[in-house]
């Protein structure tokens, strides 16, 4: 069974600039969930997603990170424009489904903000 | 908000010895789970638990959680190099969102 896919592994880019991620989740998960990790520090929530609708955006920064999982699959995370304690790692994990469910997780993105 | 506790920070074992993390809440969880991390990839399950008091093994890896509901432990025995890594606790509580430690990094001397 393949895993969690994320692209691209690496980016580097300067402050105001914009950036996107993508995921493709396990196949049938339904729930999908973007973290973003800082260095020394535990994965952190910014959005979850149920098929296509949003269930937890609490934490996700608005008036700069937006995300979309238009087809209840793949999903997409920008940053515009970005700022340089953006510099994390972006992790990206599905689960079968919603509350207490064990979640897998994707390689991440690795952003540098300069 | 939910918060995890793992310490110390770091832990030096030698190759072979057993090793014990512990992970500890201020308020109750309905499920732990405990993630190995590895430089430049995403956390790695390692084990689940459901229910308090439940002690389950994978492989060389233990993990129990605590009775209170408040605590979990992980503990690997005879270590060997590629155990080297970053060691998440992880945990949902009431609001049914996954809430992170900040983690252990162990080095295990050959």
């Known amino acids: 069974e393949a895993g969690v896919a994320q692209s691209p592994r690496y980016k580097i880019i300067e402050k105001r600039q914009s950036v996107a991620f993508w995921c493709n989740p396990i196949s049938g998960h339904a729930t999908l969930y973007w973290y973003q990790q800082i260095l020394g520090q535990g994965p952190k929530l910014l959005i979850q997603f149920q098929n296509n609708g949003v269930v937890d955006d609490s934490q996700l920064p608005k008036d700069r990170f937006s995300a979309e999982r238009l087809k209840g699959v793949d999903s997409t995370l920008k940053i515009q424009p970005a700022k340089l304690e953006d510099s994390a790692v972006y992790l990206c994990?599905?689960?079968?489904?919603?509350?207490?469910?064990?979640?897998?997780f994707g390689p991440g993105t690795r952003l540098t903000v300069l | 908000g939910q918060q995890l506790n793992q310490s110390p920070q770091s832990m030096f074992i030698q190759e072979g010895e057993d090793v014990s993390m512990n992970c500890t809440s201020s308020?109750?969880?309905?499920?732990w789970l405990w993630y190995k991390q590895d430089p430049g990839e995403g956390p790695v399950l390692l084990i689940a638990l459901y229910k308090a008091g439940e002690l389950t093994s994978n492989g060389r890896l233990t993990a129990q959680f605590g009775i209170t509901r408040k605590d979990s432990f992980l503990n690997i025995s005879a270590s060997i190099p590629s155990d080297v890594g970053i060691y998440f606790c992880?945990?949902?509580?009431?609001?049914?969102?996954?809430?992170f430690g900040k983690g252990i990094t162990l080095s295990v001397r050959p």
């Open positions: 994990a599905s689960s079968l489904w919603t509350s207490g469910s064990e979640q897998f």
């Open positions: 992880a945990g949902t509580g009431a609001n049914s969102k996954l809430t």
């Open positions: 308020s109750i969880f309905n499920t």
